[in-house]
């Protein structure tokens, strides 16, 4: 079946260390996002991608690093300069960059947590 | 930037009883507006969206949304919900041509 994969489920993190977050999918979209979601916020965009090594800076982007060396990867590196990364992360992707055809489809989510 | 504002963060409603949940947009030339659904610790899955053409928007799991242009306005309905209606329905509206700018969320309460 084709999906988005999300892993891990669970992260737990110290202080001031980087985490990368894996976000996979099968389905040859072109374009891929990364959402945070805080409870009570909805979600808010940190990078998107539209094709492979390109990315832009979404609402909520310092702190965090991504990279697309790879049509069916996007992986999210939260760093220890986000000053609050306690939350829920969502990545998405969509065959049609910048078209409102171009439904997202929505992994699972990681949930990271800072002791 | 387009954006959206569900007016309502909580619903209670009883089993088999008619919901509504509400969203307004920001008014703009065009507007391409969506309904998502969040189960707990899960992503999100599209209900509904409108693009063009018939204002009444037919999804998935029963419900339905009406885009109002003079209100500016996109609610979400269904007639006879169920216990398994329960979750966190997001409005979104297509920002910049780009990503989705979504609304904080509504969470919907299906009790017996």
């Known amino acids: 079946d084709g999906g988005i994969t999300q892993s891990p489920k669970y992260l737990f993190r110290k202080e001031g260390q980087n985490v990368t977050l894996s976000c996979e999918q099968n389905l040859n979209h072109d374009a891929m996002y990364w959402y945070r979601q805080d409870p009570g916020q909805g979600l808010r965009l940190i990078y998107y991608?539209?094709?492979?090594?390109?990315?832009q800076k979404g609402d909520i982007a310092e702190g965090y690093s991504v990279s697309r060396e790879k049509k069916e990867s996007f992986p999210l590196t939260v760093t220890s300069a986000q000053k609050n990364p306690t939350a829920f992360y969502l990545c998405?992707?969509?065959?049609?960059?910048?078209?409102?055809?171009?439904?997202?489809?929505f992994g699972p989510g990681t949930r990271l947590t800072v002791l | 930037a387009q954006s959206v504002t569900q007016l309502d963060s909580q619903v209670p409603v009883f089993e088999e009883a008619p919901v509504e949940l509400r969203c307004n947009y920001s008014?703009?030339?065009?507007?391409?507006l969506f309904w998502y659904v969040q189960y707990p610790n899960q992503g999100l899955q599209l209900l509904l969206k409108y693009l063009s053409g018939s204002t009444l928007v037919k999804g998935i799991n029963g419900f339905e949304a009406e885009f109002n242009k003079s209100q500016t306005s996109f609610h979400l309905r269904k007639p006879s919900v169920h216990i398994s209606d329960t979750a966190e329905y997001f409005c979104?509206?297509?920002?910049?041509?780009?990503?989705?700018?979504f609304g904080k969320g509504t969470s919907l309460l299906v009790t017996p």
């Open positions: 979104a509206v297509i920002d910049s041509g780009y990503a989705l700018n």
């Open positions: 008014s703009s030339v065009s507007v391409y």
């Open positions: 998405a992707s969509s065959i049609l960059p910048g078209s409102p055809l171009g439904e997202q489809f």
């Open positions: 991608s539209q094709i492979v090594n390109d990315f």
